[in-house]
């Protein structure tokens, strides 16, 4: 299962539609990941109080993002030659990224995947970038209690940097954590 954390209510999402060498799949990516993120907020609900939710399974390819998919983080970091390979806004450099990763497998982590959905490797990010760039991974937690929690403890850090609210504790298998 994926753990897509309720944020907190009030939630204001703003899209640059104008961003400057973003690729339209980009752009595309980025908007389906905030109307994702604007239904979780939403209570998944719709204007009856149905559930949003109620025809989909464990399946992330429902909502047309494969969340599960992608190369393992600290392969696919080490091999990249972009200095800044995830999430600039947060890690700055590639080296620093790398480091959370060792972290999450240090604390005990199962796996950790940058998730494909989120990598931009089109010809002009490669060109300008000297390599593929990303801003999402996907955490999957041990089942040895302790070290889930440890696990946890980093997600939910993350989480709550983004200003969303990630809950004390998670039932779910893996942890999906972006960063805009």
């Excluded at 390819?61 to 800044?84: F, I, R, Y």
């Excluded at 850090?157 to 999906?176: C, M, N, Q, W, Y």
């Amino acid at each position: 299962m994926l753990a897509l954390h309720r944020p907190v209510r009030g939630l204001c999402v703003r899209v640059d539609v104008e961003e400057f060498g973003m690729s339209f799949g980009t752009k595309i990516y980025r908007l389906g990941a905030l109307l994702l993120v604007a239904a979780v907020a939403s209570g998944g609900c719709g204007p009856n109080g149905q559930s949003l939710w109620s025809d989909l399974d464990d399946s992330s390819t429902e909502v047309g993002l494969d969340l599960k998919q992608g190369p393992e983080a600290l392969e696919w970091l080490k091999a990249n030659k972009n200095e800044s390979a995830l999430a600039s806004n947060r890690f700055l450099e590639t080296p620093n990224a790398i480091r959370f990763v060792e972290r999450l497998y240090a604390a005990g982590a199962a796996k950790v995947i940058v998730a494909q959905d989120s990598i931009q490797s089109d010809p002009g990010t490669l060109r300008a970038e000297n390599g593929p760039y990303a801003d999402a991974l996907v955490v999957s937690l041990p089942t040895d209690p302790s070290k889930r929690a440890a696990v946890w403890k980093l997600c939910r850090a993350e989480i709550r940097r983004e200003h969303l609210d990630p809950g004390e504790s998670t039932i779910e298998d893996d942890v999906f954590l972006w960063w805009d």
